[in-house]
């Protein structure tokens, strides 16, 4: 395992976990409330080790072992941590990887940084989530309360969104307009997803520029795509799409 690091910035401190190799240096985004332990990054981090591929990853502002408390961090924040691991740590080509939440910030970076994103690989990506995510009754009591707390399938720690990431997401959608990326991008996407509909990758496809888009739908698949078969098949993908840059 590669030597955990950190990054300072004015904001705050964060987390790495650097392997030099051959490029495209691979990025790994976590999801919402999620960190760079996870069982996806963990696993290509593996792969990266044995085919000598450089690769990265990190925690968000308030995940994990980065400094700040999470409740005030929006995803603007979020996407500036993603930002700065690219310019800072990677520094060079890059290939995101985003896990729901994620693939909303791969989105977001590569508009940021065409010239070094060279391709992306959104496992159950999540763009616009605080739109469709919510219903208009959660809505309201974001706006009125300023915050909402839902219990979590994943851990015992209930799911907090404050009003300032919500209104932070609503501020960065990318679905209602066509999205100017023209690198190769590879979805996932599990058609027993509960968490994010399946139709939302595809309606990503179709609002991508770029003419090399493809969308993986697996009919026993479920959000996160953890198990043993899709880490293959993510392995597979990534793999895929490195040699045909």
């Known amino acids: 395992m590669t030597d955990l690091q950190f990054l300072d910035s004015k904001e705050r401190r964060l987390a790495y976990r650097h392997r030099a190799g051959t490029g495209p240096t691979l990025v790994f985004l976590p999801g ?18 044995e085919t000598g591929r450089a690769f990265l990853r990190f925690d968000y502002g308030g995940c994990g072992g980065s400094g700040g408390a999470f409740e005030d961090q929006s995803l603007h924040d979020w996407w500036d941590d993603a930002l700065l691991m690219i310019d800072e740590i990677a520094k060079g080509p890059v290939v995101l990887v985003g896990s729901s939440m994620g693939g909303w910030l791969m989105l977001l970076a590569a508009l940021a940084r065409p010239g070094l994103v060279k391709g992306l690989v959104g496992i159950a990506a999540a763009p616009d989530f605080t739109d469709w995510g919510f ?22 720690p209930p799911i907090l969104t404050t009003r300032a990431f919500w209104e932070s997401g609503e501020k960065l959608h990318v679905l209602d307009a066509p999205i100017a990326i023209d690198c190769p991008i590879r979805l996932l996407h599990g058609l027993k997803d509960d968490d ?50």
């Open 135 to 156: 219903s208009d009754g959660d809505k309201a009591t974001i706006r009125g309360m300023g915050r909402i707390e839902e219990a979590s399938p994943y851990s015992d």
């Open 196 to 245: 994010v509909p399946w139709a939302v990758s595809l309606n990503l496809m179709e609002r991508l520029r770029s003419s090399d888009v493809q969308t993986l739908l697996i009919k026993d698949g479920d959000h996160r795509l953890s198990r043993d078969s899709d880490i293959a098949l993510l392995i597979r993908t990534v793999s895929g799409l490195l040699e045909a840059l």
């Open 32 to 49: 919402y409330m999620s960190d760079m332990e996870g069982t996806k990054a963990l696993a290509l981090d593996a792969w990266a080790a």
